[in-house]
């Protein structure tokens, strides 16, 4: 069974450009969430999708969007990229049912972002 | 405060050896879950263990296990028979509230393990 899957790998922008960093989930998954990890903040929560619909958002600003497709497959966008905005930006999927079942996040090996 | 804890600078292990990582945790919800990740230098979170607030047992997957605490507010985890391919990045993580409709974990600052031959 294939992992997270994360495109591109490496990615260089510059200031004021605009990036989408897609992922794809494990086949069965209907569940992704999007983490920013940088040195100085360690792992942030940025958003996470169910079934098309964003279910839960983390402290970033409107810069920072997202969606999903029919298919669970996500997109991360990020307008107007600043500096600070260099990070590794982690998928997660997990087949979460129910209350009890689908506890465990997989992850993908990430899209190192810099922003020059 | 700080809802995960990971305060250990470097860890060092001896090959074949047992290591115990600590991760205290903060929060007033009776329900969370409570989990352990590796990154290595690849980038990729691996996930390692899970346990639950109302486990009544600590979680075990292979060689890893976790000392759960309860009223100490501590998950440690605890890698038998270390091994080379365990030095790595490891981070304590937590989701606040019952499964299903919440999946944000909010992760600690992460420990560097590093095994010697």
């Known amino acids: 069974k294939a992992g997270v899957t994360q495109t591109p790998r490496y990615l260089i922008k510059t200031r004021g450009q605009q990036v989408t960093l897609s992922c794809s989930p494990i086949?069965?998954?209907?569940?992704v969430s999007w983490y920013q990890q940088t040195p100085g903040q360690g792992l942030q929560f940025l958003f996470e999708?169910?079934?098309?619909?964003?279910?839960n958002k983390g402290n970033f600003p409107g810069r920072f969007s997202g969606r999903q497709f029919s298919n669970s497959r996500s997109e991360m966008n990020v307008s107007t990229l600043e500096l600070g905005d260099s990070a590794l930006y982690l998928c997660?999927?997990?087949?979460?049912?129910?209350?009890?079942?689908?506890?465990?996040?997989?992850f993908g090996s990430g899209t190192q972002l810099s922003v020059l | 405060a700080q809802k995960i804890t990971q305060t250990q600078p470097g860890m060092f292990v001896q090959e074949k050896e047992a290591v115990t990582l600590d991760c205290t945790y903060d929060?007033?919800?009776?329900?969370?879950?409570l989990f352990w990740y590796k990154q290595p230098s690849s980038g990729e979170m691996i996930f390692l263990i899970y346990?639950?607030?109302?486990?009544?047992q600590n979680a075990t997957e292979g060689r890893y296990s976790l000392n759960f605490q309860k009223a100490r507010k501590s998950a440690n985890l605890v890698i038998s028979a270390s091994q080379l391919g365990d030095s790595a990045m490891y981070f304590c993580?937590?989701?606040?509230?019952?499964?299903?409709?919440?999946?944000?974990?909010?992760f600690g600052k992460g420990i560097t393990l590093s095994v010697r031959p």
């Open positions: 997660a999927s997990s087949n979460r049912q129910g209350a009890l079942e689908g506890e465990k996040l997989f």
């Open positions: 086949s069965g998954h209907r569940s």
């Open positions: 999708y169910f079934s098309e619909t964003q279910r």
């Open positions: 929060t007033s919800d009776p329900s969370y879950g």
């Open positions: 346990q639950g607030s109302y486990d009544q």
């Open positions: 993580a937590m989701r606040e509230g019952a499964g299903g409709a919440n999946s944000k974990l909010t």
